[in-house]
């Protein structure tokens, strides 16, 4: 079992930056693909990005040239930078592990955090 614990969500401004961040702990869990996922009221959750062990990185198409996800495997920590914040952005984020190749939908991962709250005023 991986624990997962976000951290870094606040009320930002539109067109800020805010970096959100997922410390990992637990056997393997540098080697497990991260995902960031997003959930606004009454919305289903979506996937925003993913990244692999070996640095391999899908984003959706909405936060596609805005978002950055990183990995720092020795720290066993994923960031998520998000830049030109919109208000549709204001969701809670969740970070996810799998052990397994990265999906793009959340039944693809075992593992999840508590989210932390993203607030994107106009």
């Known amino acids: 079992q991986v624990q997962l614990v976000e951290s870094g969500g606040r009320l930002a401004q539109s067109g800020g930056s805010l970096t959100v961040s997922c410390a990992a702990s637990g056997p393997s869990s540098s080697s497990f693909c991260m995902g960031w996922f997003r959930q606004a009221p009454g919305k289903e959750r979506e996937f925003v990005a993913s990244?692999?062990?070996?640095?391999?990185?899908y984003y959706d198409d909405s936060v596609k040239g805005r978002f950055t996800i990183s990995r720092d495997n020795a720290k066993n920590t994923v960031y998520l930078q998000m830049n030109s914040l919109k208000p549709e952005d204001t969701a809670l984020y969740y970070c996810?592990?799998?052990?397994?190749?990265?999906?793009?939908?959340?039944?693809?991962?075992?593992?999840w955090g508590q989210g932390t709250q993203v607030t994107v005023s106009s």
């Open positions: 996810a592990a799998t052990r397994t190749v990265c999906f793009t939908t959340p039944r693809g991962y075992e593992n």
């Open positions: 990244i692999s062990y070996s640095g391999t990185i």
